[in-house]
């Protein structure tokens, strides 16, 4: 019996070296595995956890509805992805090194249209870039060509893709071509177009091919005098700088 329990016990002994030989073995293996190709498997994509100036609106629980949100969703490349952890406020962005740049100076530059501005980094003489200035000159024609009753005109300032989109109260247009009809609709007689002006305009240059540009709009009629906030994401494209996405509000 002694012989027999003896036994029983050597067997358990190599049963239980056995198995962890074996678990040593295919831990070694994963951590090989996650350590060496992820970086092959991604390419040159990274991540970065970002998290949004303290003025930010988390606009639902899990801050899924916030504009800052929208707009990086609009910076990253068909490869690239964003995840939210609402309730410590940060964001996790996986996307090619230059896209993450981007969206970082939108983080770092970015706040909500209502908030005070941010003082300008420009010292007094200094001059703005090209991207700037071209910028710059892309809403002056647009206020140009609105105020002489040209929509198709004011229109040459947002890319013309099915891409493009508009954001204004509760609905999203989506198209270059559905957002020229809607302006048709909504303004379809020189008397409700009036005269257009932006103001208090913010530059943020966020990569070579990319911009944001708060400011505020102000339409001057007859028997009103509707303004409000915008914030328009800009991309360098062959035309020249244009608005792929505006989000305008009325105050």
């Known amino acids: ?13 190599l049963t239980t070296a056995i198995r962890f030989k074996t678990l040593t073995a295919l831990l070694v293996s994963a951590l090989t595995l996650c350590s060496i190709p992820v970086l092959a498997q991604s390419d040159n994509l990274i991540t970065r956890t970002l ?18 949100l929208q707009l990086t969703k609009r ?24 896209n993450v740049e981007a969206i970082t100076r939108l983080f770092e530059t ?10 300008s980094k420009m010292t007094t003489g200094q001059k703005p870039n090209d991207s700037e200035t071209a910028i710059r000159a892309v809403l002056d024609a647009q206020a140009a060509a609105w105020n002489r009753g ?6 040459d300032g947002y890319d013309r893709s099915p891409k493009t989109e508009f954001v204004g109260g509760d609905s999203i247009t989506r198209g ?3 957002v020229l009809d809607r302006y048709k609709q909504k303004y379809d007689t020189r008397e409700k177009m009036g005269t257009l002006t932006f103001t208090d305009l913010e530059i943020n240059i ?7 540009v708060l400011g505020r709009w102000r339409l001057k009629r007859a028997s009103d005098e509707p303004h409000g906030t915008f914030t328009l994401l800009f991309r360098k494209t062959k035309a020249g700088w244009r ?3 505006d989000h305008s509000s009325s105050a």
């Open 176 to 178: 270059w071509q559905e």
């Open 51 to 68: 998290r949004p100036k303290v003025d930010v609106l988390c606009q639902s629980d899990l801050c899924g509805g916030g504009e800052i």
């Open 206 to 212: 966020l990569s070579n091919d990319a911009a944001m």
């Open 150 to 155: 040209d929509v198709e005109g004011y229109m």
């Open 75 to 98: 910076l990253l490349s068909e490869r690239g992805s964003i995840e939210v952890h609402g309730q410590i406020g940060l964001y996790t962005v996986i996307d090619e090194r230059e």
């Open 1 to 13: 019996m002694i012989n027999s329990s003896f036994r029983g016990y050597r067997e358990s002994l």
């Open 110 to 119: 970015y706040h909500e249209p209502h908030a005070p501005a941010v003082e």
């Open 243 to 245: 608005i792929f996405h």
